[in-house]
């Protein structure tokens, strides 16, 4: 951990370091995801076979790569009341808010002659890629299967690894409570290759999302144009703005709560208090010991926490503007007061009662949000990313007459005559 | 051009070779523009203008990249009154279409103790890629600057390639119109790593859109991720949907229009009334020598131009929806009719008076559309692409208390148990 004033010698330097932690996925990782696409585009099921045997251990033929609906009941029987109860909750919560950026189709009658609007479509078929293997993340089903689901899609195909065939009941039942259709045991590039271009058994879809390690990301971008896909995600970070109110205990635990990810995370505390700061960081010192995940969150903690000291609360601001933050707290005595200065960050937790684990699970916003900066042009993943749009024209006689002669001038500066030519052949007397 | 049948053996791979018409990039062009990008991100202005004077035959220093007051003056003298006018007019229906895009902040107050939300945030810089050279496209301009800027972007900066420093005025009028800051001489893919990473002189940008070569899409490409880009695009399309009314003049003219804009252009008619695709097609072969684009018009037409007979109207639009064209003529009796099952296509038009051309330049809607079958998952570009949204949630203690039950249960399916705690040690007594 660094404890760094904002205004010390080299500051910029030693957070960028920080912020530049995340991996490049390189050339030799695109190599070999290529491969692996080129060969499920040509091959189908065969290589996909294949490469679930080499990469996940479990052999089967096609049709044994998706879930029947005997799996779903008894996953359904195996999972606990009350967690049901909590995944419901989440379903529910998180449905509640993505229903609210349900956008309709429009028309503007403003003018009598010339129509213009907006068709708001559903996607017909997403994928959906959901890790698998040691991690398990029923949440991660919830956050992508949902807003698609409240969005109208189709069918919505969830891929979700099994090595050696092992599927978690969690998973498939966020899966069953979210209204996924249809669910894959397959992963890796080989999963997102079979998405995108379809083989006889996985259906081809119009979109991916969804996290996964750096194959699955690599294979995402590597197919993008052939089928859309969610932000490029690289390692999760948390910011916590703090005015010197609050509890040290509860921000070192939200430090904490975002350390515990991964040994790449970073969580970063920026106080214009700096006593605050140094109790936050003895009681994270505390805490670690405490925690079932202690190795995994004292190694992020230890190369990529922080604790700043800033001059004031418009200091921290202002650093936090420049940074994005995925997550950012306002761990403060009055957060709706500075919500309006804050410009760039994935999702803003208010005030001294939001966890940044509340909004992880059931908050009901989603917890796909834009990582390492990219909060400045990306926003957390939502119903406008699993609807498209058409833009609608429509001109009578009369529209076209009283702008074709606009048309025609603009379309002479191009040097595009037959454009002209459209609008003025329908006008001829 | 080709005259088929739908329902005749083979229609599909037929098709399928014009689908697949559009020049993947390839590796060496890839190599080449990561090249460049390293440079410019390396050495900055001095990369900067090396490669514009070698691609461009542009010698000046850094500060004379950039167009000055004097040239907008002089630009905006240079422009024919009603030229003027026609930009304007232009400029001002595309804004106000693009205004009716614009979304609000909101907040949730259903419940008295967590509090959810969305804060919509224009974007702080965007860059905004023009070609130059032969091609001079004000409209490009227009509906790339004019939706930023009703989204509230902070700056808008242009990138307008000007081989020999040869500034096109029709261009420069448009950008002072559309409300573009600032305006730089450079193209290619080093104007895309430019704004991806900021020189001395050129600044860094959030994200990047606007239509360019294949280096420049490359580019956009490759430096997706540091920034945002629009869609990426392949060569333009249209697909006119007719059912035997209307007049095969207007259907020649608009296949025509499209074919004009490059060789790569595709114009396809699907008609259940095979006398009128006869008529069209005599049309064609006739309106081509009149055309100051023959040449690239006939080859397009040639290559990619088609027209297909179906069995009815149902079929047509069932094999529109397969293809998702970039523009979609409705030349039929009542287009309302069948508009809402039109399900994939960037752009409607209407009825037997609105040619794609009126779309392309001043109804309002955007003309930066996307095209290959990518309308099956992008949207036209609009003011989403200039605001990102960052999720707010705030819970108050006894909204925590309601809930932090489930959020404890739901981290340790997850096996994080941080994330509980961070919520536990805020409950506890």
């Known amino acids: 951990m660094q404890f760094l004033d904002i205004r010390e010698a080299g500051f910029q330097a030693k957070f960028d370091a920080i912020?530049?932690?995340?991996?490049?996925?390189?050339?030799?990782?695109?190599?070999?995801?290529?491969?692996i696409i080129a060969d499920v585009r040509s091959r189908g099921d065969e290589a996909l076979l294949e490469y679930t045997r080499r990469f996940d251990m479990l052999s089967c033929d096609a049709a044994g790569l998706e879930v029947t609906p005997e799996e779903f009941d008894k996953a359904m029987a195996q999972v606990e009341p009350k967690d049901l109860a909590a995944l419901k909750l989440a379903v529910?919560?998180?449905?509640?808010?993505?229903?609210k950026q349900k956008q309709q189709s429009w028309i503007s009658t403003e003018e009598s002659d010339i129509m213009v609007g907006q068709k708001v479509t559903p996607l017909a078929k997403v994928g959906i890629y959901v890790p698998g293997g040691k991690a398990c993340y029923p949440s991660s089903v919830v956050m992508n299967a949902v807003p698609a689901k409240v969005a109208g899609v189709g069918e919505i195909v969830m891929v979700v690894p099994a090595p050696g065939g092992e599927m978690n009941p969690h998973?498939?039942?966020?899966?069953?409570?979210?209204?996924?259709?249809?669910?894959?045991?397959?992963?890796?590039?080989q999963a997102v290759a079979a998405l995108a271009y379809g083989t006889a058994t996985v259906p081809k879809v119009d979109k991916i999302t969804?996290?996964?390690n750096i194959y699955v990301a690599t294979a995402k971008k590597l197919v993008f144009g052939q089928v859309g896909i969610d932000m490029i995600a690289g390692p999760s970070e948390i910011l916590v703005i703090n005015d010197g109110s609050g509890n040290p205990v509860h921000v070192a635990a939200d430090l904490l709560s975002q350390a515990e990810h991964d040994e790449l995370a970073s969580s970063v505390l920026i106080?214009?208090?700096?006593?605050?700061?140094?109790?936050?960081?003895?009681?994270?010192?505390?805490?670690?010991?405490?925690l079932s995940r202690e190795a995994?969150?004292?190694?992020?903690?230890?190369?990529?926490?922080?604790?700043?000291v800033a001059g004031d609360l418009d200091e921290?601001?202002?650093?936090?503007?420049?940074?994005?933050?995925?997550?950012?707290?306002?761990?403060?005595?009055?957060p709706f007061e500075i919500l309006p200065l804050i410009t760039n960050a994935g999702a803003i937790f208010m005030g001294h009662y939001t966890p940044e684990a509340a909004g992880d699970y059931l908050a009901g916003p989603n917890h796909t949000l834009p990582t390492g900066g990219t909060a400045r042009f990306f926003s957390p993943l939502s119903v406008d990313d699993f609807v498209k749009k058409s833009s609608i024209i429509h001109f009578t006689r009369?529209?076209?007459?009283?702008?074709?002669?606009?048309?025609?001038?603009?379309?002479?500066?191009?040097?595009?005559?037959?454009?002209?030519?459209?609008?003025?052949?329908?006008?001829?007397k």
Chains 1, 2 share one sequence.
């Open 92 to 99: 529910e919560r998180v449905a509640r808010f993505h229903e």
């Open 316 to 334: 921290a601001i202002a650093f936090s503007n420049r940074i994005a933050p995925e997550h950012l707290e306002l761990a403060v005595e009055n």
């Open 19 to 35: 912020v530049e932690r995340g991996e490049e996925s390189g050339r030799e990782v695109e190599e070999v995801v290529l491969g």
């Open 398 to 428: 009369g529209g076209l007459e009283r702008v074709g002669e606009d048309i025609v001038r603009i379309s002479r500066l191009e040097g595009l005559d037959a454009h002209g030519r459209s609008v003025s052949l329908r006008l001829k």
């Open 296 to 308: 995994i969150a004292r190694k992020s903690w230890e190369s990529f926490g922080v604790i700043i």
């Open 210 to 212: 969804g996290p996964g």
């Open 171 to 189: 998973v498939l039942a966020a899966a069953k409570l979210s209204g996924v259709d249809r669910v894959f045991r397959i992963g890796g590039a």
């Open 271 to 290: 106080t214009a208090d700096r006593s605050f700061g140094e109790k936050v960081a003895n009681e994270v010192e505390r805490q670690l010991k405490e």
